[in-house]
């Protein structure tokens, strides 16, 4: 039986991870977590990701077996991890598990959340919550976030990069306080705004200078 501390950091690293595969799978129309962890576009880019930027900062303790775990788990869950079942809420997971851990040392974390911002930006309101356009979702609507997707709503695809991740970060019914306090954070969330405007996401991922 594994210690509590090594299961303690595997369902850890599984929050975190599907909240970063979690917008990328919807924007590129896959349907299950484990589409993405395969996907030869994303599995490099989350590869670096995980060694480079989570795997830091968790505790050494039972770390390596927890992440040789969770990814297997992730990778091999095809049936029971849609990402249409997790958009629901996502911003409040990533408020919870991600929001904590972005420095100036986590580029890919940082060009997750743009994919974020960008997932969400525009949705419209659809009866009792909002829905999103892609694909994947298979018509769902989302109910849960209704102040923060409410501000989203107000937001569009095509605004300047540098104006977005201003109205972004500065808006704390989104993210309960104002995220331009990280000061590392708006030149390089807007930098990686402006890469899946004008590059597309995949050749953000693809990128190697992040």
């Avoid at 890919?108 to 994919?115: G, K, P, S, T, Y």
């Avoid at 705004?193 to 200078?209: E, K």
Wanted: hydrophobic share 45%.
């Amino acid at each position: 039986m594994r210690e509590f501390s090594v299961v303690s950091a595997e369902v850890l690293l599984k929050a975190r991870a599907e909240c970063i595969l979690t917008p990328i799978g919807l924007l590129m129309g896959l349907d299950t977590v484990a589409d993405c962890m395969n996907h030869p576009d994303i599995r490099p880019w989350f590869g670096h990701l995980l060694q480079d930027e989570l795997m830091p900062q968790m505790p050494p303790d039972g770390r390596e077996e927890a992440v040789i775990q969770a990814c297997r788990y992730l990778a091999f869950k095809p049936s029971s991890l849609k990402v249409a079942d997790l958009a629901d809420g996502l911003i409040d997971s990533w408020t919870l598990h991600i929001l904590p851990l972005l420095n100036d040392r986590t580029p890919r974390l940082i060009q997750a959340f743009a994919v974020l911002v960008m997932l969400f930006t525009g949705i419209r309101r659809e009866g009792d919550g909002y829905g999103l356009p892609q694909d994947a979702m298979q018509g769902r609507i989302l109910t849960r976030d209704g102040i923060a997707l409410a501000a989203f709503s107000r937001l569009s695809w095509d605004m300047q990069a540098d104006s977005l991740s201003y109205a972004v970060l500065a808006d704390a019914e989104i993210w309960d306080r104002d995220l331009r306090e990280l000061d590392f954070l708006p030149d390089r969330l807007t930098e990686a705004i402006t890469d899946i405007q004008i590059l597309g996401l995949r050749q953000m991922l693809a990128g190697d200078d992040a």
